[in-house]
């Protein structure tokens, strides 16, 4: 079940959209603490967000600007003006969609739908997020609660296959034949010392015991 994170001011907007995604299956946290929502958006662990452009603090462009600093969670941009320099606005701070009110309930579920389609597609490719914390893995770095660290290749192919089997124990030796892609040799040493390196790593960010090990089996998320 796919959570959709809402930040939209209108009340009346707000009930009605998460009475809509809730009747479609989808989870939906509806925010109304607009002081600090980019950080609890991105620390939110959602699939997608969908944003709207006019709020009372901070604009939505300010908003998805912060997110994703910290993020590359899915966002939709949703407006009530219609005009090319708030789409390009959005796109160019890292928006993957946009689309005007009124819009039609219909696509807006539909273009919602295909948006977590490629995001959940991409969770073989470039971007993972799981319990909040995200890996971007074309830009090599972890996020999580609006703190980013930069992770060595090593470090990137552990947790991306920890996040990719998420809930899953993961044996030692499937960690070392995926570390196999890089030219350095790899022995069970080696894997103890880049696990460690990338947990001092993520309790930097906050996200303290993330990976967890399971004596005898492995590791998991």
């Not at 959209?17 to 929502?37: D, M, N, P, V």
């Not at 309930?105 to 995001?119: G, H, T, W, Y």
């Not at 044996?171 to 947990?199: P, Y």
Request: aromatic residues 8%; hydrophobic residues 40%; negative net charge.
């Amino acid at each position: 079940m796919y959570h959709i994170y809402l930040i939209e001011d209108d009340e009346n907007i707000r009930f009605e959209l998460s009475g809509l995604l809730c009747r479609y299956g989808y989870t939906c946290t509806a925010e109304t603490e607009f002081e600090t929502i980019a950080q609890n958006a991105a620390a939110s662990g959602c699939d997608l967000i969908l944003l709207d452009i006019n709020l009372p603090r901070y604009d939505g462009f300010y908003v998805c600007r912060e997110i994703r600093k910290a993020s590359a969670v899915p966002i939709i941009m949703v407006t009530s003006r219609d005009n090319d320099a708030d789409e390009l606005m959005s796109i160019n701070l890292g928006a993957d969609d946009y689309i005007t009110k009124p819009y039609n309930p219909q696509i807006l579920l539909a273009r919602i739908e295909s948006l977590l389609k490629r995001a959940n597609s991409g969770n073989t490719g470039l971007s993972f997020t799981h319990n909040g914390l995200s890996l971007d893995m074309a830009a090599g770095t972890a996020s999580f609660c609006g703190s980013t660290e930069e992770l060595t290749k090593n470090e990137i192919r552990i947790l991306h296959m920890l996040m990719q089997n998420a809930g899953v124990i993961v044996s030692r030796n499937d960690l070392i034949d995926a570390l196999w892609q890089t030219d350095e040799f790899i022995d069970d040493n080696t894997l103890t010392v880049n696990i460690n390196r990338l947990r001092a790593k993520l309790a930097g960010l906050g996200a303290e015991g993330y990976i967890k090990t399971r004596r005898g089996q492995g590791y998991s998320v």
